[in-house]
């Protein structure tokens, strides 16, 4: 029998890798909604919070991220956005991570890139928190998913397109490991496999408002459910790439 070629595993890092919704998530939150309403506000007055959770949550579900649709409808800097609202001081005390993290990636066969809709130096600094950096042949964060110029983060099947070509993966050998669903539904039509992880799962939205929906069952589009990562070699064999 030939030997299956190693998978390529596209990890998610909030949320899937750490507890993102204990306490840095509605840090972040706080930060987004200082700064969405002070663009929204008249210049001495910030926007209500009616106005600036409208805009966060209306813009969430419209391009998948809020920071598209402030750059979109607002002019905001990408990278002034990304500093101040993931400007969350002592990192280090509000990180929260399972042990045995390290040795599940030694154990799973085939490279490992992280792929995150978060900024480079936020997520630089939880994976240095987490001791996970060396497990990782590349780390692609926000700021490298642009298409034409333009920011298109997950759940873009464009970026996701544009990933594989440049290096050099097929898609079927590729499995997207991730908390988030329409990010997996998306990668799922381009031809990956899914491994959704569900145990840091509070809220449907990464700010931390919309309820989770009552989802027992894996949707189809979902090769494994798993509540931790820990649970993935025992998954193995319903990932492995096949023809």
């Not at 029998?1 to 509605?26: C, E, G, Q």
């Not at 990933?163 to 990668?187: P, S, W």
Request: hydrophobic letters at 40%; proline letters at 6%; charged letters at 25%.
């Amino acid at each position: 029998m030939p030997k299956l070629p190693s998978p390529v595993w596209l990890f998610d890092l909030d949320n899937t890798l750490h507890d993102a919704s204990h306490a840095i998530f509605p840090a972040i939150s706080a930060n987004m909604n200082t700064y969405i309403g002070r663009v929204l506000g008249d210049g001495v007055t910030p926007a209500s919070r009616e106005a600036v959770n409208a805009a966060r949550i209306g813009y969430w579900k419209k391009y998948g991220a809020t920071l598209l649709g402030m750059i979109r409808h607002h002019q905001v800097d990408a990278a002034d956005f990304l500093r101040e609202t993931h400007d969350l001081g002592a990192l280090q005390e509000m990180v929260r991570f399972e042990r045995g993290l390290a040795r599940l990636l030694r154990r799973l066969p085939g490279r490992k890139i992280l792929l995150t809709n978060a900024p480079l130096d936020y997520s630089t600094d939880v994976m240095r928190h987490l001791g996970l950096q060396r497990h990782f042949a590349h780390h692609i964060a926000i700021e490298d998913m642009r298409v034409h110029g333009q920011l298109r983060p997950k759940p873009s099947k464009l970026m996701l397109r544009r990933l594989l070509r440049r290096h050099g993966l097929a898609a079927q050998r590729c499995i997207l490991v991730e908390d988030t669903l329409v990010n997996l539904k998306h990668a799922k039509q381009l031809g990956l496999r899914t491994a959704w992880v569900t145990q840091y799962l509070r809220y449907s939205d990464p700010i931390g408002k919309a309820p989770l929906p009552k989802m027992v069952k894996r949707p189809g589009y979902v090769d494994v459910k798993v509540k931790s990562v820990l649970r993935l070699p025992a998954q193995l064999h319903r990932l492995r790439a096949h023809k």
